[in-house]
């Protein structure tokens, strides 16, 4: 409880009060912290402890917990230089000791920060402090200035006259105003507040491509610019484009500056409001733009990952198509479509490539091969990844599928972001060491269908492509924020123990790389688990890794019934006693769950068991090993749109949500083109953000407003449609409704798809 000593009284009815907590919940919460446990663990199983604290509240805690003891080491060495310097009073130290912010803890230390030569050092130096001090004290009936800065007159020391000596001693003044904790507070709130942040095009650099024309003369308030406004200046800043600062009316700071110096009518007020204002320009204003710029930056970083782990959180908590076989398309036109199949456990089992378009127009021998995979390997699902010829693919298929009469056989477009990432990455040289990149890829296409979850941990985040300016923003706290969303989507779904890869379990709760990499090799030499106590036999999986880590496991088909359930072992024995209170053996208990509805969950009650805690052993058992991600449904393109030419406005689509951003959604329609729903698009109702209307992954009907297919700008609307409603109970594999028109021969779809390629 080391953090919790260094933390005064005050700081932590801060936090509780910032993160809106009860300080009992934060006490404990740290507690829980300071001992190992890990987020979603505590969030899980110990919501006794934290008063039923939520995930969200856990990890803020958990950030302000580290930025505290990073600000307690700062005030440690701190307090060391001053001391080292003589100059540590009680009242600097309880000052010190007090601050919960960093900047006004730099602030304070700012006047003993070791600096380079400046103008005030150099008047120290010829002995004009005491000069500036009488300035500074404004005593009436003191030596007249004029007089007085006589005395200070010295050639020797380079002050060669009475003005030279009031110039040292107004740098000194300039330097001290500049340093002031108050007033760097004051005036780096008002920039905040009042500022605005002003943009403009460097002299003499062209745009060619007009990245940033909207920010050649561009203003708007500080307090109010969005994040991808402000991260969008600072990449055209450093791109040498633009040039931006905060503009702040002078006067406005340097009159509140005066009227907190200045104390009345006197022979020193005029050289203190000379020394104001050089200090505000030279000294306060350039220090003050850094800071604020930094501030503003910081603002849009955290915006901009939050919004990142949004997406990222919705796409990886996309409906699974589940266990069934698979076979992807990696869609290419001259190098052929690369073929890869997969079983229902994602297990690699073949690979081809087919040739259907120029320049082989090789249909009957694609043709041939489709169906001998299809039929070998017992085929449910064709997985179509969303890059060049998808469309024409994914066309090819439907045809096929239709003259073949495999109506048990669906197929849905993919996408492949990321997936070329993975293909080189050193997990799928481990997965597949003899294989092609473009065969690697094939096999992760065909394993997002059946899991998105599990197949896209293995790639670097930031490669899947549902963030904003994300090379732009601290990639420190970019990585732990999106660590944190996918160990969160990891544990919140469960994992199945006798499946994952290694790649998987390493976002268990509790578990690192070097655990899950020796749970495989376990159970690669010892076969499938059967107990969850078989985790005890993994080398260096102890009894605090199994504590954390068994309630996220699942074991289906095991010796022990409760395994593929979310409830924790620690838990079991309360599971027995319901179950005996029923008169029934816990098999029948789980696979009857109306029979949790006679219970009386309070009668189990007891120290270590508590009210939230059998809720959720309730609503588990209720729905034993559920998954909790939504019903997966297949997205229906429209079979006539295929390009950006095919748009007309007022035309109606289905699409899927690939990214949310600040200022809208873009949708994939299958033209190779995302489209825009602006903010004001999205719905007729007022939203803040457009993540309160729709979320990556998401199917939605669009309507498209224009495109621009030179410019390949395609924008929609979803004011004018409904959102989609897919009925219960309908299956993926459901086919749209028969067109009124007859379709075209295969041969001539073919021939047409061939004949757009020339044209391109």
């Not at 429209?638 to 873009?666: H, K």
């Not at 299956?731 to 379709?743: D, F, G, L, M, S």
């Amino acid at each position: 409880m080391q953090e919790l000593r260094n933390l005064s009284t005050a700081i932590l009815l801060s936090i509780a009060q910032e993160l809106s907590v009860p300080l009992n919940s934060l006490v404990a919460t740290i507690g829980l912290l300071n001992e190992g446990s890990t987020v979603p663990f505590i969030a899980r199983y110990r919501k006794e402890v934290t008063g039923n604290l939520d995930e969200v509240q856990i990890r803020g805690i958990q950030e302000k917990l580290e930025y505290h003891r990073e600000l307690e080491d700062r005030k440690e060495t701190i307090l060391k230089s001053i001391e080292e310097q003589g100059k540590l009073t009680p009242e600097l130290r309880a000052a010190i000791e007090a601050v919960s912010a960093r900047h006004e803890l730099e602030d304070l230390y700012l006047p003993y920060k070791p600096k380079r030569r400046t103008k005030a050092s150099i008047a120290r130096e010829k002995g004009l402090e005491p000069l500036a001090q009488r300035l500074w004290d404004q005593q009436p009936g003191a030596v007249p200035v004029a007089e007085l800065a006589l005395t200070f007159v010295d050639a020797e020391k380079g002050v060669n006259s009475a003005e030279e000596a009031l110039e040292g001693a107004r740098h000194i003044i300039a330097e001290w105003v500049s340093e002031n904790a108050g007033f760097r507070k004051a005036i780096r709130q008002m920039m905040l507040e009042e500022g605005t942040v002003v943009a403009r095009a460097i002299d003499g650099v062209e745009d060619p491509e007009g990245k940033y024309r909207m920010y050649a003369g561009f203003r708007e308030p500080a307090a109010r610019i969005p994040s991808h406004r402000m991260l969008a200046i600072r990449r055209g800043a450093k791109e040498g484009f633009l040039f931006f600062e905060i503009e702040l009316d002078p006067q406005r700071a340097i009159n509140y500056l005066k009227s907190q110096v200045i104390r009345g009518a006197s022979d020193a007020a005029p050289h203190l409001a000379e020394a104001i204002e050089d200090s505000y320009e030279r000294l306060l204003n350039p220090s003050m733009q850094t800071e604020v710029r930094l501030e503003l930056k910081d603002r849009s970083d955290e915006e901009a990952i939050r919004v990142f782990g949004e997406n990222l959180e919705n796409l990886l908590l996309q409906p699974p198509a589940g266990m069934l076989s698979v076979l992807a398309i990696d869609p290419g036109i001259r190098t052929g479509c690369k073929l890869a199949v997969v079983d229902e456990t994602g297990k690699f089992l073949e690979h081809a490539v087919i040739y259907p378009f120029e320049p082989k127009n090789d249909l009957a021998g694609s043709v041939r091969t489709l169906s001998t995979l299809i039929s070998k390997h017992n085929v449910r699902a064709i997985a179509i990844g969303n890059g060049t010829a998808s469309r024409e693919s994914k066309q090819l298929v439907e045809e096929f599928l239709r003259q073949a009469k495999l109506a048990d056989v669906f197929s849905t477009v993919v996408n492949e972001s990321g997936a070329s990432v993975y293909s080189a990455s050193d997990i799928a040289r481990q997965e597949f060491p003899d294989l092609d990149l473009t065969v690697r890829g094939a096999i992760s296409i065909a394993r997002r269908l059946q899991d998105p979850l599990a197949e896209l941990v293995k790639i670097d985040p930031k490669s899947i492509g549902v963030g904003q300016y994300q090379h732009d923003v601290d990639q420190k706290r970019l990585k732990q924020s999106l660590e944190n969303t996918v160990e969160s989507c990891v544990n919140r779904v469960g994992v199945d123990l006798n499946t994952a890869s290694w790649a998987l379990l390493r976002y268990v709760a509790g578990i690192n790389e070097r655990t899950a990499l020796r749970i495989v090799e376990f159970r690669n030499q010892n076969g499938r688990f059967h107990s969850r106590k078989q985790l005890n036999d993994v080398s260096g999986f102890g009894p605090k890794t199994f504590e954390q880590a068994a309630g996220f496991l699942r074991i289906r088909g095991g010796d022990n019934p409760l395994d593929m359930t979310a409830v924790h072992p620690e838990s079991y024995a309360v599971v027995e006693r319901i179950a005996a209170s029923l008169d029934v053996a816990i098999p029948e208990l789980i696979s009857r769950p109306e029979l949790m509805e006679k219970i009386d969950a309070a009668a189990f009650q007891s120290e270590s068991v508590g009210v939230y805690t059998l809720r959720d052993i309730v609503e588990e058992l209720k729905k034993p090993g559920r998954d909790p991600r939504e019903k997966f449904v297949v997205p229906r393109f429209r079979e006539d749109v295929t390009a950006i030419s095919d748009l007309q406005p007022g035309m109606a689509l289905e699409g899927t949500v690939t990214n949310v951003t600040r200022f809208g959604a873009f949708v994939d329609i299958g033209v190779h083109q995302d489209g825009l729903v602006h903010v004001s698009e999205l719905s007729h109702r007022y939203i803040k953000e457009p993540s309160e209307a729709v979320k990556v992954g998401q199917i939605v009907k669009v309507q498209v407003l224009s495109a621009d297919p030179k410019a390949k700008r395609i924008a929609l609307s979803m004011k004018a449609l409904e959102p989609l409603d897919t009925p219960k109970g309908v299956h993926p594999n459901r086919k749209p409704a028969p067109q009124p028109k007859p379709k075209p021969s295969l041969e001539d779809q073919l021939s047409r798809l061939n004949s757009r390629f020339r044209t391109r």
